[in-house]
């Protein structure tokens, strides 16, 4: 149990497009999902706090237009990277918890901005 | 930043030998968690140590927590070559955020 999927697993886009970041909690009703960003051989960073019918709360120093988030259904979240530039190639990775405190964690998806 | 210090940075060890990795937070905690990554993949999640624990053993890992120290250890008994990883450590406060450490990366000889 407790499966949260990323969807897709790895993208490639031009500079200046939008792209897209679906994340699931298969089997379980999340009722916060966390949205986190990791640079190479770097830990992870939380980017914002997705409620579910409610706007995203983002952390120091990330800018919400540019990154949308959507939290639109208890087993939903995605978040959009806007206008994408290369410096914001990364490894997206999503985690979904429910009324405990554990967050279950996505497979990540991996962006390259050319 | 609140991002947790982890040391290593970087692990080398042979098949067999024990590794340790240590993690140090700055803030009060519910749970320390760990976790481990493989090279372009997402995390496994190890094992979890509430606050008011300070020794929890599962398989071949053991983690120890000091909330004195505001430390943790992470120590992985008869390495594997299968456990070349990255390994962080997460805190989570009362905000039920993770906040990771910056990470161990181990590499296991065969």
């Known amino acids: 149990g407790a499966v949260v999927s990323q969807h897709p697993s790895r993208v490639i886009c031009k500079s200046g497009t939008s792209v897209k970041i679906e994340c699931r909690s298969l089997d379980f009703q999340a009722t916060t999902m966390f949205w986190y960003r990791q640079f190479p051989k770097k830990s992870l960073m939380l980017m914002a706090t997705s409620n579910e019918g409610s706007k995203a709360t983002y952390e120091q120093g990330v800018e919400k237009d540019k990154f949308l988030i959507n939290h639109a259904s208890l087993t939903l979240s995605t978040l959009t990277v806007t206008s994408a530039h290369p410096e914001d190639s990364s490894f997206y990775i999503c985690s979904a918890k429910t009324n405990t405190d554990t967050q279950y964690f996505g497979p990540g998806t991996r962006l390259t901005v050319l | 930043s609140q991002q947790g210090e982890e040391d290593p940075q970087a692990l080398s060890i042979q098949e067999g030998e024990n590794a340790t990795m240590n993690c140090s937070y700055k803030t009060s905690i519910n749970n320390l968690q760990w976790y481990r990554q493989n090279s372009g993949r997402g995390l496994v999640h190890l094992i979890l140590?509430?606050?008011?624990?300070r020794e929890k053993h599962s398989g071949r890992l053991r983690v120890t927590l000091d909330t004195s120290k505001k430390s943790s250890s992470l120590l992985i008994t008869a390495s594997r070559a299968a456990d070349t990883a990255s390994y962080f450590c997460?805190?989570?406060?009362?905000?039920?955020?993770?906040?990771f450490g910056t990470g161990t990366r181990l590499k296991v000889l065969a």
């Open positions: 140590i509430r606050s008011n624990e």
């Open positions: 997460a805190t989570v406060s009362g905000t039920y955020k993770y906040i």
